[in-house]
């Protein structure tokens, strides 16, 4: 009988931890940032946009004849490869917004002569697919990102 009380004791104990550590997992995955920077050790929560216009070389753009805010250069390259996501689908594209936001605001408080703007943000298919436009106001070109496909972070960063 005593082994049965034993079992039993053992077993709610277990359930209890597991059932704390599931918890703290969930609220520790609410509070993790969603998108990162990929360096070559870790993981680091984005702030900012990881891109610009005068990242660009004229060879690597595409500009018709009324290239400008409202019809920007195309661009051939993607400087702002370090990107991934880490969470819930549905919660990406507002993360991604966020960014975006955040970076105008810090672009606008430092005078820098640019901007950015999220044009189309979609993870309907299971992959996050971004299209956003980089606005010079040196008198550079105005680049369009499109198609810029977000992947998932490496599942052994923690």
């Not at 049965?4 to 704390?20: E, Q």
């Not at 703290?24 to 969603?34: A, D, G, L, Y």
Request: proline share 6%; net charge negative; aromatic share 10%.
């Amino acid at each position: 009988m005593k082994s049965y009380r034993m079992i039993f004791t053992l077993g709610l104990i277990s359930f209890l931890f597991a059932g704390v550590a599931q918890a703290s997992m969930v609220k520790q995955r609410e509070q993790s940032p969603i998108l990162f920077e990929v360096t070559k050790n870790e993981l680091i929560p984005a702030t900012e946009v990881g891109d610009s216009v005068f990242y660009y070389e004229p060879e690597e753009l595409i500009c018709g004849p009324n290239a400008d805010q409202e019809t920007p250069c195309l661009a051939t390259v993607d400087h702002w490869e370090t990107i991934c996501f880490k969470g819930d689908l549905e919660d990406v594209c507002p993360a991604f917004e966020k960014l975006f936001n955040a970076s105008s605001e810090q672009l606008l408080e430092s005078g820098a002569e640019e901007d950015v703007e999220l044009l189309n943000c979609s993870s309907e298919t299971g992959i996050t697919i971004l299209s956003f436009n980089l606005i010079s106001y040196h008198g550079g070109p105005n680049v369009l990102i499109g198609d810029k496909l977000i992947p998932m972070c490496p599942i052994f960063f923690n």
